[in-house]
C-alpha cells in the first residue's frame, strides 16, 4: 500500500480521534465522524446505521442524506443493501446501487440521485454493532484502498460504540451492556438460579485503538508476537502434555508464526491502529469467518487463530485472566466452554453455568448434574453480551437468560422460584415415604450420581440407592490414568457414604462426546454410533480388567452391583461378563476379600439388545434401559440437534410401546429391569413407565420429591386405561390424553 495512502489514512483516524476527545454528546460526535469520513473520502454521503434491537437497524447520522431521516429511517435485518451487509458481516461494494440485489428504495432520505454504494459491518469480535455507508453519485466501485480505510475506520467505530462513545437518545444509541437482554439456549441440567455474572475469562478491553507512532507499535507488537512464541514453545516442550493438547498448540505455533497474519497487522498498524487495535481487527474478521465456515475442520483452526488473538491481547494489554474483581457471593457462571476441571474448582459456589459452547452430553453437562447446578449450552452471545456482576436470572426448564431482567421479568421469574421453593418443602415431607400409588404398587426411586459430591443428596432427597453411578468422570477430569489403588479408594468411599444402600456401578462409558485427554482421538463420521463404552472396554481390555478389579477391592466383602454399558448384542454382555469372571478369579488367587454377592447387568440403550436371545434375558443379572440414547437411536434423531431432537416425544405411542415391550420380555425371564435417565425424572413419563409396568427409576436426586410426589397420587389402572384408550382412538401421542387425564384428577 503506498505511503501517501497510509499517510491519509492516518489522518483521518487522527482526526476521528480528536473528534471523539471532546466533550460533546453521542450524537454531535457521530455527526463529525460522518462528515470527516466523507471528507476524507471524498464521496458525497457518509452514513452510519446502528441497531436499535436485534432485528432492526437505525440511521443515527448522515453526511449528505436528508438529516430529517436520522432515527427515522430503520431497517430489518437482512433488508435492503444495508440490511444486508448487516445480516452476512460482509462489504457490499457497487457502482449501481438501486440495480443491485436487495435494494430497498427509502424515498425519505433523498438516496436516490446516488448510485455507488460502499457499506462495512461495524462489529467486534463477532458481535455486530451496525454498518457504516458512503454513496457517490459518480457511477464506479470504490477502490481497494477506499475499502481498506473505511474497514480501518469501522474498527474504531466498533471499539468506541463498545466504551460508549456514541450514547445518546433512543434505542439505537443506548449505552450496551445496560439493556435487559434474553438470550436462549439448550437445558443441559435443568433448575433456576438468580445471581451475578462471573466471566470465566474477562474481555480484553481496548481503550487506544488509535496510535500517533507506528513505529512504537510495530515494536510493541513484535515483542509481544516474540513472548506469544516463547509462550507455545514452552508448552509444546512440556513432557507431559498429551497428544491432543499439542496438536491444538501446534496449530498456536503455526498461527503464532504466520507471516501472513502478521503482515496484516503492521498493515492495521500502518494505517493509524494500534497494536491491540490490530489484533482485534484481525481476531474480528476470523470470528466472522467462524460464523460461515461449514468445514468443522476450517471452524477449529479459526478458533485456534481467536484464542490465540486472546492469549496476544492480554501480553499486550496486561489484562490477565485475574482482574482483581472479587467473585460475587451468587455467581453465574458465563463462558464460551469449560473443562471438568475447571468446573470442579468452582465446585458448589456456582449458582448456574451459562455456556455459548458445550452440549447436553459434554463433560461440563455431567459435572453440572453431578453438582445439581442448572446448566444451559449452546447460548450465543453470552460473552459479549455479558459483564462481570451483572444480575442474570437462568431458567434451566426452558433454557432461557435473562440478562440484567427488568422489574416484571424478576418479579415472575421470583414467584416462580418461590413456587419451586414451596413444593421442595411439600416433597420434604414424604421424603421418608414409600413411592406407593393408590392402586398400591410399589415403584422403586434411585438416584443417579457420579461424584463423592453427588452422595449427601442419597439421604437428602429420599432416594432407595444409587441405579447408576457414572465412574468415567474419575478418569475425565484427568490428564492421566488413575492407578487401580486410587479407584479402588475412590469407590470404597462411595460404598461407604451409600450407608448399606445398593450402588449400581457403571463401567467406563468414553467415546461419543466423552474423549479422555490422554487418550488418542477417533476422528469418526458419527461418533455416537462409534467406538465407545463397552466397545472400548473390549477392545482395549486392560482398562477394563483395572476397573473391575478395583471394584472387586472395593466392595471388600460387601455386595457389589456393576453394569456394562452400550451393550448392543448378547455376545458382547457375555465377553464383558467374562471379563468379570476372570477378575475374580484372580482376586481370589491372590487372597483378596471377594464381594458378599455379585449381580452383573448390562444398559439396553440401542434397540437391537431388546431383540436379544431369550437367554440373554435369563443370563443376565439386570437390565437398565438407558432412556437417553435408546430414544435417540429408535427415532434416528441426534439429541445434540435442536432441529430434531424435539420433534420426538417420550410419549410417542410407538416408543412406549416398544419401553412396553421391553417390559414384558424381561416379566418373562424374572430379569430386574429399571429405567435411567432424564426422562425417568419427568413426573408425567415417570407415571407412564409405572403404568406400563417399570417399577424401579434412576434419576437426578432434584428429581425424586417431583415423581415421587405425583406416583402417590395416581392410580395405574386408571393411567394404563387412558394409554390404552389413546392407542386405541390411533393418537400418535399419549401426553394430550395423560395431560387431560391428570388435569381432571386436580
Known amino acids: 500500500m503506498a505511503e501517501r495512502f497510509e499517510s491519509e489514512s492516518r489522518k483521518l483516524l487522527g482526526r476521528l480521534r480528536d473528534a471523539m476527545a471532546g466533550d460533546d454528546p453521542g450524537q454531535a460526535r457521530l455527526d463529525k465522524i460522518t462528515h470527516l469520513i466523507a471528507d476524507s473520502i471524498g464521496t458525497e454521503v457518509c452514513s452510519i446505521y446502528l441497531f436499535r434491537d436485534e432485528e432492526t437497524l437505525e440511521l443515527c447520522a448522515t453526511e449528505g442524506l436528508n438529516p430529517d431521516a436520522v432515527h427515522q429511517t430503520r431497517m430489518r435485518l437482512g433488508e435492503g443493501l444495508v440490511g444486508r451487509v448487516a445480516q452476512r458481516r460482509q462489504i457490499i461494494n457497487t ?75 433512543g434505542s439505537a444509541m443506548g449505552a450496551r451492556h445496560s439493556q435487559p437482554s434474553m438470550l436462549r439456549g439448550t437445558v443441559a441440567q435443568e433448575g433456576v438460579a438468580e445471581g451475578h455474572i462471573w466471566l470465566h475469562e474477562p474481555r480484553v478491553v481496548v481503550t487506544n485503538p488509535i496510535a500517533d507512532d507506528p513505529h512504537r507499535e510495530f515494536e510493541r507488537l513484535t515483542e509481544a ?105 451468587d455467581p453465574i457462571l458465563v463462558a464460551r466452554n469449560i473443562g471438568p476441571a475447571e468446573l470442579l474448582d468452582y465446585g458448589r459456589s456456582l449458582k448456574g453455568i451459562i455456556l455459548e459452547a458445550g452440549s447436553v452430553g459434554s463433560h461440563a453437562a455431567i459435572v453440572a448434574r453431578a453438582l445439581a447446578i442448572p446448566l444451559i449450552v449452546h447460548t450465543e452471545r453470552a460473552t459479549l453480551e455479558a459483564l462481570n456482576g451483572d444480575h442474570v436470572m437462568v ?89 487401580r489403588s486410587e479407584l479402588s479408594a475412590l469407590y470404597a468411599r462411595v460404598l461407604d457414604a451409600a450407608g448399606g444402600k445398593p450402588v449400581v456401578f457403571r463401567t467406563l462409558d468414553i467415546g461419543s462426546d466423552k474423549v479422555l485427554p490422554y487418550m488418542k482421538p477417533n476422528d469418526e463420521p458419527n461418533p455416537a454410533l462409534g467406538w465407545r463404552a463397552i466397545r472400548v472396554g473390549l477392545d482395549k481390555p486392560g482398562v477394563l480388567r483395572m476397573q473391575l478389579q478395583a471394584l472387586i477391592r472395593a466392595a471388600n466383602g460387601r455386595p457389589l452391583t ?113 429405567f435411567c435417565g432424564e426422562d425417568a425424572g419427568r413426573p408425567v413419563e415417570a407415571l407412564c413407565f409405572a403404568a406400563i409396568g417399570l417399577r424401579s427409576l434412576s434419576m437426578r436426586p432434584a428429581s425424586i420429591g417431583p415423581v415421587k410426589s405425583l406416583l402417590r397420587r395416581s392410580n395405574l389402572d386408571d393411567v394404563r386405561k387412558v394409554i390404552a384408550d389413546a392407542r386405541h382412538r390411533g393418537d400418535m401421542n399419549v401426553r394430550p390424553a395423560i395431560m387431560e387425564y391428570l388435569r381432571q384428577q386436580g
Not at 465377553?575 to 439396553?604: F, H, T, W
Open 225 to 329: 508476537v516474540e513472548e506469544l512464541r516463547v509462550g507455545v514453545d514452552k508448552m509444546l516442550a512440556l513432557a507431559a502434555i498429551d497428544k491432543e493438547q499439542a496438536q491444538v498448540l501446534e496449530a498456536y505455533r503455526m498461527f503464532a508464526n504466520s507471516k501472513g497474519w502478521m503482515l496484516r497487522m503492521e498493515e492495521d498498524i500502518s494505517n493509524g491502529l494500534s497494536a491491540e487495535a490490530a489484533v482485534e481487527k484481525e481476531q474480528s474478521l476470523a470470528r466472522a469467518r467462524m460464523g460461515q465456515a461449514n468445514d468443522s475442520y476450517l471452524r477449529e483452526r479459526l478458533a485456534d487463530l481467536d484464542d490465540l488473538s486472546n492469549r496476544l491481547l492480554r501480553i499486550l494489554t496486561g489484562q490477565g485472566s485475574d482482574t482483581g474483581a472479587d467473585m460475587p457471593v
Open 95 to 169: 457502482a449501481n446501487a438501486p440495480q443491485a440485489s436487495g435494494f430497498r428504495y427509502m424515498p425519505e432520505t433523498g438516496e436516490e440521485v446516488f448510485s455507488s454504494f460502499l457499506g462495512v459491518p461495524v462489529q467486534r469480535l463477532g458481535d455486530a454493532m451496525g454498518v457504516l455507508v458512503v454513496q457517490s453519485k459518480e457511477a464506479r466501485e470504490f477502490s481497494a484502498d477506499e475499502i481498506y480505510a473505511l474497514e480501518v475506520v469501522a474498527m474504531v467505530l466498533a471499539e468506541m460504540t463498545e466504551l460508549g462513545a456514541f450514547v445518546g437518545e
Open 562 to 674: 456393576v453394569m456394562f454399558p452400550f451393550v448392543a448384542q448378547y455376545e458382547e454382555y457375555t465377553q464383558a461378563k467374562a471379563e468379570m469372571d476372570k477378575a475374580m478369579a484372580r482376586e481370589r488367587r491372590l487372597g483378596q476379600v471377594l464381594p458378599e454377592r455379585i449381580s452383573v447387568g448390562a444398559m439396553l440403550e440401542t434397540p437391537s439388545l431388546a431383540f436379544a436371545p431369550t437367554k440373554f434375558f435369563e443370563e443376565v443379572g439386570f437390565l437398565s434401559i438407558g432412556g437417553n440414547d435408546l430414544k435417540q437411536f429408535f427415532f434416528a434423531a441426534d439429541r445434540e440437534n435442536e432441529r430434531v431432537r424435539r420433534r420426538y416425544d417420550t410419549l410417542n405411542v410407538s416408543f412406549l410401546s416398544f419401553i412396553e415391550r421391553i417390559v414384558e420380555r424381561c416379566a418373562q425371564t424374572g430379569t430386574p429391569l429399571s
Open 395 to 483: 431458567d434451566g426448564e426452558q433454557g432461557i437468560v435473562h440478562l440484567r431482567p427488568d422489574d416484571t421479568v424478576v418479579t415472575a421469574f421470583r414467584d416462580k422460584m418461590a413456587m419451586q421453593a414451596a413444593a421442595v418443602e411439600r416433597y420434604a415431607s414424604i421424603r421418608d415415604k414409600p413411592a406407593m400409588t393408590l392402586c398400591g404398587s410399589a415403584v422403586t426411586m434411585m438416584m443417579n450420581a457420579g461424584l463423592m459430591a453427588d452422595l449427601p443428596s442419597l439421604e437428602g432427597s429420599g432416594a432407595e440407592g444409587v441405579g447408576l453411578f457414572r465412574t468415567e468422570l474419575q478418569f475425565l477430569v484427568r490428564n492421566q490414568m488413575p492407578r
